[in-house]
């Protein structure tokens, strides 16, 4: 999957993953199922689903999911995301924005209703004046 060279054909694949991903979301509550996908510079690809909790406060997001696993094998960099939602554009919650700023300022951000019509938005789009304290990254 080669983002730079053939972005819409890429959006489209990683778009198609996020929807096979939704498959597995545990959304028991709000029965909103998302699905992710996460495409690091290293060319893997990482899903990751909404996991609701019966302490709301406790459920984590698709986007973060994906970025969680991704970081827990060791990557830092990253390309594109796609998320997915029946029937609806899902878009990035700001907890989401926010976390995905932190790692990745520049991250293409794929949504849409379909994958015949994608938007592909840069984050600092999503999120225009993010911040990220100084330290060892
Ligand atoms: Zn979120």
């Given amino acids: 999957m080669d983002f730079k060279k053939n972005p819409k054909l890429a959006a489209m694949q990683l778009y198609e993953q996020a929807m096979w991903a939704s498959d597995n979301a ?3 509550y709000s ?7 996460l495409l690091a510079a ?9 996991v ?6 406790a459920t984590i997001c698709a ?3 994906a970025f969680v696993k991704a970081l827990s094998e060791g990557e830092r960099k ?9 029937e609806t554009e899902a878009i990035p919650c700001g907890i989401c924005r926010q976390f995905m700023y932190e790692f990745a300022p520049d991250i293409k951000v ?3 209703v379909s994958d015949a019509d994608l938007n592909i938005r840069s984050l600092d789009e999503l999120l ?4 990220r304290l100084e330290g060892e990254k």
Avoid: L
Avoid at 42 to 50: A, L
Avoid at 78 to 86: C, E, K, N, P, R
């Fill in 31 to 37: 029965k909103f199922k998302v699905g992710a996908a």
């Fill in 78 to 86: 990253f390309i594109a995301i796609a998320v997915y939602a029946q």
């Fill in 128 to 131: 225009p004046i993010g911040f």
């Fill in 42 to 50: 290293s060319g893997e690809v990482y899903s990751g689903v909404n």
């Fill in 26 to 28: 545990y959304a028991p």
């Fill in 52 to 57: 609701e909790n019966s302490s709301y406060g």
């Fill in 110 to 112: 794929i949504t849409g």
């Fill in 63 to 65: 986007e973060r999911t």
